[in-house]
Antibody, heavy 126, light 110 residues
């Protein structure tokens, strides 16, 4: 069974960089059918897609966050990571990593997030 | 890239049906049949309930169904049960490998 686990500091100071890692177990991050994504959810609010990476290194970002976000992958560790620069209180949220399907075959079209980590709360505060 | 619009809340009695709408634009929902729906219980991660507009992953009860017309997708829960009380989010592919989520709907079982 595929599992994803987020890890990283739960408290980040304003103007600093938020850094999180997602460790994938029970499956390979190099499976060609899948991409790997980050989604966040501010307290009491809705979900926001942050960005996505393919194991080969291609990245895709939410235009509203693109200038501050970097997502990277380490296939040797079966991990991918998120960096969000110049954070403010508005970046306080639960951050989720997820496996992203992005393909079609004879059975249908698979463009969704089918496995999620449990999420980790990151608070931006001095 | 604006969030898809969902009603803030819907409610129904056990056994009834409720429908949640998800309105986007011709750049996302209206242009792609790549709409998915997620259920989120308090303090938990979202769970995929519907993909490809109307398909259910293995293990999702058949009382959950999805559809789409134009720029609006819908999730219907038939035979509402107590455990269906949760927040629900739609999500659409928006082109160029980008995705957009809905604003979220709280389903209350009366």
């Amino acid at each position: 069974q595929l599992q994803l686990q987020e890890s990283g500091p739960g408290l980040v100071k304003p103007s600093e960089t938020l850094s999180l890692t997602c460790t994938v177990s029970g499956g390979s991050i190099t499976n060609s059918n899948y991409y790997w994504g980050w989604i966040r959810q501010p307290p009491g609010k809705g979900l926001e897609w942050i960005g996505t990476i393919y194991y080969g290194g291609s990245t895709y970002y939410n235009p509203s966050l693109k200038s501050r976000v970097t997502i990277s992958v380490d296939t040797s560790k079966n991990q991918f990571s998120l960096k969000l620069r110049s954070v403010t209180a508005a970046d306080t949220a639960v951050y989720y990593c997820a496996r992203q399907r992005h393909y079609y075959d004879s059975s249908g079209y698979y463009y969704d997030f089918d496995y999620w980590g449990q999420g980790t709360l990151v608070t931006v505060s001095s | 890239q604006s969030a898809l619009t969902q009603p803030r809340s819907v409610s129904g009695s056990p056994g009834q049906s409720v429908t949640i709408s998800c309105t986007g634009t011709s750049s996302d929902v209206g242009n792609y049949n790549y709409v998915s729906w997620y259920q989120q219980h308090p303090g938990k991660a979202p769970k995929l309930m519907i993909y490809d507009v109307s398909k259910r992953p293995s293990g999702v009860p058949d009382r959950f169904s999805g559809s789409k017309s134009g720029n609006t997708a819908s999730l219907t829960i038939s035979g509402l049960q107590a455990e269906d009380e949760a927040d629900y989010y739609c999500c659409s592919y928006a082109g160029s490998y980008t995705y957009v989520f809905g604003t979220g709907t709280k389903v209350t079982v009366l």
